[in-house]
């Protein structure tokens, strides 16, 4: 299949990239006006400029003049399992509560927690797969998702086999990480101890197993797991194969940084807080810092630093956190629109941060995150756009045309 005439094709590598972009080469979007492309199954077999292409007699042709072609979205963070959605606290957020008295009052992930238990695999697994393909069909074309709703032995492998089977089904790549230390249940808030051991003695074993999650997470924060307590979880996530993918300084500096680092964290994720300290030990690290900016703008809190933690050289992914309780929306257009406007990082290094540096922060950068010869085809085809900052301009609007997964228009 050709796709000529295409207005901008977006995020064009002709080199293998080593490593996920920082500092000024964050900042280069590699882009060919007036470009085809070519497709052969399902891959990407060759792309050039419009001025150099050669049509091959009754291929099918699609006409993109006016239109931008990308690579689909990586959507590194997600809690995309989870049963019924919390908009209740949201009104509670607005008559004056905080997500963490809310989630300090039973609230927040453990409400979210009994919902789940009261549902069948069948019934997450039917309501997980409506909102993939929403995702799909919003531009995302590989995607991590995490348990954490389940915080039982139980229900949490019921999480991560619902996960499983979203694999299965999928049309694009899922990473799934296992998020058991999300929040301490209401029966161990005062004995953490027991329910570590639950983790890391009775679920883990299982989930390696089973082979039912690719990374580690844990909440580190005030209101959920120590820095020690997170060291802990981690490193037996790293016995049984688990890279760490960590949840940490959404609201306080709490050494969150330092352990996962330590641990050669593959990301921390949220960063809403961090302190000069903290920047140094990235910018020392092979961690990607994942800013997931919908959570502080649905939650109504300060955005992450991104220009300090940019500047400071540090590789920076966007994700969407899509949950039921800080996050309910899937949609990386806005997430690049966020993070243009509140994050204050230009078009560029937004979308390198939603494409390439997601697939790196998901250990897919082999298949997916550019337009590469012999990469995946899952592709974003806009409407007809003056240029490609016209996407995050028209926040709100959707500006996608058609999208091609693994070869195939759908
Ligand atoms: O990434 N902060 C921790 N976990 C999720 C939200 C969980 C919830 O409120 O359901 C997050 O924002
Ligand atoms: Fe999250």
């Known amino acids: 299949m050709l796709i000529k005439n295409i207005k901008q094709l977006l995020q064009v590598r002709q080199d293998k990239i080593e490593s996920p972009l920082k500092g000024d080469d964050l900042k280069n979007l590699s882009i060919i006006e007036n470009a085809w492309l070519r497709i052969k199954d399902d891959r990407i077999e060759s792309f050039g400029s419009m001025d150099q292409c050669n049509p091959i007699q009754n291929e099918e042709t699609i006409d993109a003049n006016g239109k931008v072609v990308l690579p689909s979205f990586v959507d590194s963070h997600t809690h995309l399992v989870f049963a019924g959605s919390r908009e209740e606290e949201f009104v509670m957020r607005l008559h004056g509560k905080s997500y963490e008295e809310i989630a300090e009052a039973g609230g927040g992930v453990l409400n979210s927690a009994k919902k789940l238990q009261e549902k069948t695999e069948d019934e997450l697994f039917e309501a997980a797969k409506q909102r993939l393909h929403e995702v799909i069909s919003m531009g995302t074309g590989a995607i991590e998702i995490k348990s954490g709703y389940g915080l039982t032995v139980e229900t949490e492998l019921k999480m991560l086999r619902v996960i499983?089977?979203?694999?299965?089904?999928s049309p694009i790549p899922i990473k799934a990480s296992f998020l058991g230390a999300h929040f301490y249940p209401a029966e161990f808030k005062q004995n953490h101890e027991a329910y570590l051991k639950l983790i890391i003695d009775e679920m883990l074993p299982i989930i390696e197993k089973e082979g039912?999650?690719?990374?580690i997470d844990a909440f580190c924060e005030k209101v959920a797991f120590s820095a020690e307590e997170t060291d802990r979880i981690i490193k037996a996530g790293l016995k049984h194969g688990l890279k760490p993918k960590i949840h940490t300084n959404q609201f306080n500096c709490m050494r969150g940084i330092e352990v996962s680092v330590a641990n050669n964290a593959i990301s921390v994720d949220h960063l809403e807080v961090i302190n000069e300290a903290e920047i140094e030990v990235l910018k020392n690290s092979n961690t990607i810092a994942t800013l997931l900016?919908?959570?502080?703008?649905f939650l109504n809190?300060?955005?992450?630093?991104?220009?300090?933690i940019i500047d400071a050289g540090i590789p920076v992914a966007l994700a969407s956190d899509y949950n039921p309780g800080s996050t309910p929306s899937g949609r990386m257009s806005f997430v690049i629109s966020l993070a243009c406007i509140k994050l204050k990082m230009t078009p560029e290094e937004a979308f390198n941060a939603a494409t390439i540096n997601g697939a790196f922060a998901l250990e897919l950068q082999e298949n997916y995150g550019s337009i590469s010869v012999g990469k995946k085809a899952n592709l974003i085809i806009t409407k007809e756009i003056e240029s490609f900052g016209f996407i995050p301009y028209s926040f709100g609007s959707d500006q996608i045309d058609s999208i091609i997964l693994n070869g195939k228009t759908i």
């Open 301 to 308: 809190d300060p955005y992450q630093p991104a220009r300090q």
């Open 164 to 169: 499983k089977r979203l694999k299965e089904y």
């Open 293 to 297: 900016p919908s959570a502080p703008f």
């Open 212 to 215: 039912l999650a690719d990374y």
